[in-house]
């Protein structure tokens, strides 16, 4: 049983099906078997959100929409991160063993270098703490996105310099997990599906939402008794054969490739609309629920918290003890 660890952060308000395929659910599949936490970095985003109330409402819907997703009794940790207590004084410590010229080659702040006249020093002090929000639990192992591979390798840096400084094996240097290189699920406009290009189909999207965005989908311009143009090129199908069963894509490839059927792509949305609706209407009716109840939400936050505070205070005893402080 491995412990793993994966932070997301509080920009965006809502979860997209190209999260929920390709990070979401190989998370949980990762997960089974493990000791494994997410949480909500939300003291990461106090860089790029900087309105207080909308940063709190943008992390309280990403827990509930992880509750909705793995369930309220999930043994999966879920969690916020600025509610662990003794996390900026692990960062801080830790900022203490990291050399600066390690600091300087982070692609993430040369990236922000480049793109602002004035960063600020939290920007710059940004892999410490996420540093931190990983050996300080004692993990094994983190899932992670490939921009993100960077960051791992300052974290082992980091626990290598520690160690070194106080001649004792306090970290432990923790492994990333790549997803595997997925196909990239299409957005309704063809391109990667993707917050910043507004191309999205939102995991809990109301009715009328996802039928307008399923509607708006590009296709091909085929009439109704012609042939298709390639499936395996076409969004909608792309899309389909995701959430639909080999059966039923293969029902629809044969649509596709028969002439004289009287079948067009507005069928072919119709039919991708209800598999949608019929994939998404557990987590959709979860998350409903659970927003009538918030309060449940809350303790189940709480709770979770005290585990892993309690956790990070037992390697804050050793750390304070080697550094030599209270
Ligand atoms: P966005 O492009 O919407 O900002 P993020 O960068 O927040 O998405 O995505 C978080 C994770 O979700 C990524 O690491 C990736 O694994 C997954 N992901 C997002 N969009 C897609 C997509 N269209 N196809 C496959 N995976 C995706
Ligand atoms: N930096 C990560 C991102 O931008 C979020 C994050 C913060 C994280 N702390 C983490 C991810 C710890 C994994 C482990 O996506």
Redesign the pocket.
Known sequence: MKKIITGVKST?SSM?L??L???ILPFVKAAKGNDAAIFVADLHTINSVKNGKTLREQTREIAIEYFSIFGLDTPINIFIESDIVNLPKMSLILSNATPYSLMLRAHAFKDAEAKWTDVNMWTFNYPILMAADIIGYDIDAVPV?R?QIQHLEMTRDMVRAFNRTYGVEVFREPEAII?EE?A????IDGR?????YDN?IGVFDDDKTLKKRVMSIVSGSEGIDEKKKNPDECNIFNLYRVFATPEQTAALRVKYESEGIGYGYGHAKAELLTVLTEYLRPYREARTQLLEHPEIVEARLAEWARVMNARLDAMMVRVCDVVGVN
């Open positions: 965006g997209h190209g999260n395929m390709w990070a996105g921009d997803a997925v990239t699920l299409p957005g990667k599906m993707s917050k910043s999205f």
